[in-house]
């Protein structure tokens, strides 16, 4: 078999879990598989690169930052290629220069566009274990790119697609997916398996055991991915096409604390106005989340949304450059909320799995700010110093006491 294994930054913190993952891979390569690996940055060393980059200069240029943070992987690649010589294995380690990963150029948040796999090819073809760099692409520009954070996962299965992979297995410090984080949530249960669709949906939701680009590239190349533990050997999670899962309501509950509310206060009431907000923000590329518009009332209303806390400063500062065009009166915003969602194919056609979620948050006595639902999912934007809280009354609600319809 052709088998991808991705290690994440946990998993290679140290020269002791280098070692661990190396017998893990050769365990796979001895069984008479060819092995691909590929790696994140050891333990925080992309937090801490950003923060030396920060020390020079508090903003820093998106280019120079993407060639500081890739550094991070290719040492990880390296000591792991030692790490397998060591054990008496043939291995090579690559970046995306010398793979060939190519990238659309937005620097931070690249996304990859093509992957070569000759040079892969070639060098398993030399019975080597092949070493990529993750979280890294090439622009048009022949420039650097990172995928956005936690994108080691979309390159392994990236790779995994491209090589029509037998198998892309995501090791990571937890054992599987849960129906909730389980730092959160202690009686959080794992799921044996979860389809794309609602993987998908969690991990766009901010639960973070998998980027988001990952769990849509494996549902567009069919990838078999197995999400589980690099220091047990249990037997983790699979998401798939169809799961049985779709026996219950609910999958799993995501929180997002990355949120903030922003809200134009006495917007004149005329039509196109939500088309002149929104078209701002798509010009400057930041995503708008949940949208609520009050009422008209005496010909002036107001309109809420949200935008990733990362995205406040600049979204404010694009607002207030063009108040007299769009027309309001003040703005207010909030950086400390957070989006707590649950998610489950089973729930469109059940308007109890609503009522069930306001009645846990009403028992905790947390207020809601907004809602939002889709087929799948129904989320709430709450204040962040509730979020712990809010998360564990409706997983409780929804996994330790069930929910009747
Ligand atoms: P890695 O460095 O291996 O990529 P991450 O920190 O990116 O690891 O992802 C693993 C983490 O995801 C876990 O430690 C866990 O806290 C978090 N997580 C969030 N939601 C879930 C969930 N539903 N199931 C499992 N883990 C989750
Ligand atoms: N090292 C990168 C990060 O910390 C990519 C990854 O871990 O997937 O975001
Ligand atoms: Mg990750």
Not at 327 to 342: C, E, F, P, R, T
Not at 369 to 395: C, F, G
């Amino acid at each position: 078999m052709l088998i991808v294994q991705k290690f994440g930054g946990s998993s290679v913190a140290n020269a002791d879990k280098i070692q661990k993952a190396a017998q893990r891979i050769v365990d796979t390569y001895k069984n008479g598989h060819k092995v691909i690996v590929v790696l994140s940055a050891q333990g925080d060393t992309t937090d801490d690169l950003i923060a030396k980059a920060k020390e020079i200069n508090p903003e820093p240029s998106k280019r120079e930052l993407d060639m500081l943070m890739a550094t991070g992987e290719q040492q990880s690649c390296a000591l792991m290629a030692m790490a397998i010589h060591r054990l008496g294995f043939p291995a090579i380690s690559l970046n995306a220069v010398q793979v060939g990963i190519s990238a659309f150029p937005q620097y931070g948040n690249a996304r990859i566009s093509r992957m070569k796999c000759d040079r892969i090819y070639s060098e398993l073809e030399r019975n080597s274990i092949v070493i990529v760099t993750g979280f890294q692409g090439i622009n048009q520009y022949g420039d650097i790119s990172t995928l956005g954070r936690g994108g080691s996962d979309t390159t392994a299965v990236a790779i995994a697609a491209e090589m029509q992979a037998d198998l892309c297995e995501i090791y990571t410090d937890v054992d599987g997916v849960y129906t909730a984080d389980p730092r959160m949530v202690k009686n959080a249960k794992k799921l044996k398996e979860i389809s794309y669709d609602e993987m998908l949906e969690l991990a766009s939701l901010g639960a973070v055991v998998l980027h988001n680009r990952s769990v849509e590239l494996a549902k567009k190349y069919n990838v078999r991915l197995v999400v589980r533990s690099s220091i047990t050997d249990a037997e983790g999670t699979v998401v798939k096409e169809e799961s049985q899962m779709e026996s219950t309501y609910i999958s799993g509950i995501a929180l997002d604390r990355e949120t903030a509310q922003i809200t134009l206060i006495g917007m004149k009431d005329d039509p196109g106005m939500a088309f002149k907000i929104f078209s701002f923000m798509a010009k400057n590329k930041i995503s708008v989340d949940i949208i609520i518009q009050s009422i008209g009332r005496q010909s002036v209303k107001d309109i809420s949304f949200t935008v990733s806390t990362e995205n406040l400063a600049d979204t404010i500062n694009l607002l207030e450059k063009n108040k007299d065009f769009i027309g309001y009166s003040h703005i207010m915003h909030d950086a400390n909320q957070a989006k707590l969602s649950v998610v489950g194919a089973g729930m469109a056609t059940n308007p109890g799995v609503a009522a069930a979620m306001f009645e846990a948050l009403s028992d905790a006595n947390i207020s809601i700010n907004m809602i939002s639902t889709s087929e799948i999912k129904i989320s709430v934007l709450i204040d962040e110093r509730d979020a712990e809280q809010a998360v564990r009354y409706v997983h409780n609600r929804f996994f330790e006491q069930g929910v009747e319809f």
